[in-house]
């Protein structure tokens, strides 16, 4: 039963408009990632939801293999029979737990009449297997681990229509599930619903409101509100709120019914009219935050997440008796939370999974296939990379270039001569090699800059069309990790791929003020020559020319924008005066 190819796939259905959040896909063969891609990189649409189809179709030119090569394709989300037992029966629990009747959110539940997940033609050959949500975010992470055993603990918004997560043992390459947790309850929908209050999009802002709550100040009388809207209870391992089971059976279903959820096709639509909507309904919420600053409220709601989900965490713990903890599901990606599971005492280690949201779903279902259904042995590896997406050789670029009658320069060193260019104060987007998966940019998709100067958050961000409130994330050589961040532990496996913040030093904050957050943390990559070579030979130069051991680097794109997939979009960007210089490879083009 080995060597076969696994295909992930998460989408809904290649005969059916029904969309999922962020789709994609993935090859894995023998446990070993091959390939991993998502369909926004190719829609331009974020977090895109449909069936990913050109993601499919350019996966296989990716991996070298053709798709009647593929033996089983791992979908994750169950089958909708199977949804459809699990709402009712978590619609029946919060009923009898909170008071709480779900009749407008059953009925747009039970209203879905897609029921069959079809594969496109050239696919039909292939083993289908259905991988539970929270099951395959949790082989995600545990998969990817370095550990033999591990505690798995996986939170969302909702998974499969009725859960927010679930927690199991990872031993010897098995899952073994104790709790579902209550959709209906969800930590991940608080902070979504308080996302929205706050003016943002939830799905797409949870981000700028973890970077606003730093400016914000504590206050009794929100922390008692929000104490009382979502809370932890140890006895049941499980979250519980009433007031979030009463909001996705009012606003959210009707949000739904407008068309605003991504299985109903949501992902196109005019933001501006959509937050002036949000304004108006802002009463439909019944929390009494009239009077209270943003800031206040973002620090407050921050606040609440930390504690249940610690909670949570020693909790799990405890029962597992494990330290070493991997995470993965949308709530993970919030950084602040992540440091402070890292500084529990009952936690030796964590590992988060990079594409912690529903894009690593794919690359979930089909690790858990593998060791499953497959039953190959299981030795722990953790992930080294995520550049498992498409790439570009020098031909192509140059074909490019002169047919957009595009000057360019060759540079003898283009790593020395981007550091130098950095030094300058120039503005490199970075585009080499394999694209990444996943919503982080970890060099090969980057925009690239000094981090000495704090102005950059603004000037930059202007550029670049964004709103936001945490700085720039630092690229940090390994060597120099331990004289910047408190506390750092060469065994910190997070902090490779960008998933966590850390405390930093007084020489941090003095070499790279333009990357340090208002409560002294920053967001680094640490990077290893064995990770990326040319990235850290950047890294390494700009620091033989300066002194400072890291730049910053942000993802390449423009807002609400995916990151850049090909040489024409990274053109395109440059065109736009967002950045002074694109680097393509080997090939160094200049703003005119």
């Not at 099951?135 to 859960?163: E, L, N, Q, R």
């Not at 280690?349 to 779903?361: E, I, K, Q, R, T």
């Not at 550049?387 to 283009?414: A, H, Q, W």
């Not at 630092?474 to 960008?498: I, S």
Request: with cysteine; charged share 25%; glycine share 6%.
């Amino acid at each position: 039963m080995k060597n076969k190819y696994i295909l992930g796939i998460h989408g809904f259905s290649s005969k059916s408009k029904r969309e999922m959040h962020n789709s994609g896909v993935c090859i894995v063969k023998n446990g070993e990632i091959i390939a991993a891609v998502d369909e926004e990189r190719y829609t331009r649409n974020k977090n895109e939801g449909r069936f990913p189809v050109d993601a499919l179709s350019d996966v296989f030119k990716i991996g070298g293999i053709k798709a009647s090569e593929i033996d089983i394709v791992a979908m994750p989300d169950k089958s909708p029979l199977w949804q459809f037992k699990a709402v009712t029966k978590y619609a029946m629990r919060t009923y009898f737990e909170s008071g709480v009747f779900l009749n407008n959110y059953l009925k747009e539940t039970y209203r879905l009449t897609d029921l069959k997940r079809c594969l496109p033609d050239n696919l039909k050959h292939a083993k289908k297997v259905y991988v539970e949500h929270h099951v395959a975010h949790a082989s995600s992470a545990y998969h990817t681990s370095p550990w033999k055993c591990a505690t798995i603990i996986t939170i969302d918004g909702m998974g499969d229509f009725s859960m927010s997560g679930i927690t199991a043992i990872g031993d010897s390459g098995k899952i073994k599930v104790l709790k579902r947790l209550n959709g209906f309850y969800s930590p991940g929908l608080f902070y979504m619903i308080i996302t929205e209050i706050l003016g943002f999009i939830s799905g797409r802002h949870e981000g700028k409101v973890t970077g606003l709550a730093a400016y914000g100040k504590p206050n009794k009388k929100l922390e008692s509100i929000f104490e009382e809207f979502i809370e932890y209870d140890t006895k049941k391992s499980d979250f519980f709120s009433k007031h979030v089971a009463f909001e996705i059976n009012d606003y959210i279903s009707k949000k739904w019914q407008n068309g605003f959820n991504s299985n109903t096709g949501g992902n196109s639509f005019n933001e501006a009219a959509y937050l002036a909507q949000k304004e108006k309904q802002l009463l439909s919420f019944r929390l009494p935050l009239k009077g209270f600053s943003k800031e206040d409220i973002a620090y407050a709601v921050q606040k609440r997440l930390e504690d249940v989900v610690l909670q949570h965490i020693c909790n799990t713990v405890k029962q597992t008796k494990i330290k070493n903890v991997v995470l993965a599901g949308g709530v993970f990606a919030n950084v602040k939370l992540n440091q402070k599971i890292q500084e529990l005492d009952c936690v030796d280690n964590v590992f988060v999974f990079p594409a912690m949201n529903d894009s690593g779903l794919s690359v979930g279902a089909a690790l858990y296939t593998e060791y499953y259904t497959l039953k190959t042995d299981f030795h722990p590896k953790k992930l080294e990379t995520v550049n498992l997406g498409k790439k570009y050789t020098n031909k192509e670029i140059r074909l490019i270039l002169e047919e957009e009658n595009i000057d360019y320069k060759l540079p003898e060193n283009i790593e020395k001569e981007i550091a130098k260019l950095i030094s300058k104060g120039k503005i490199i987007a970075h585009f080499n090699g394999r694209m990444e998966y996943g919503p982080r940019s970890l060099g090969n998709r980057s925009i690239l800059a000094a981090p000495t100067n704090k102005d950059i958050n603004t000037s930059l961000n202007k550029r670049l069309n964004r709103t936001e409130f945490m700085p720039f994330a630092p690229a940090v050589l390994e060597e120099h990790a331990k004289d910047m961040y408190e506390k750092w532990d060469v065994n910190n496996v997070t902090a490779q791929f960008m998933t966590m913040t850390f405390k930093v030093t007084e020489k941090h904050k003095r070499l790279a003020p333009a990357t340090v957050h208002i409560d002294d943390t920053a967001r680094p990559q640490v990077v290893r020559y064995a990770d990326n070579s040319r990235f850290y030979n950047i890294i390494k130069n700009y620091y033989e020319l300066t002194g400072i051991p890291m730049v910053i680097n942000t993802s390449f794109n423009i807002h609400e924008e995916p990151i850049v997939n090909t040489p024409k979009e990274a053109l395109k960007i440059l065109k736009q005066n967002s950045i002074d210089v694109l680097v393509l490879n080997d090939f160094l083009i200049l703003r005119k």
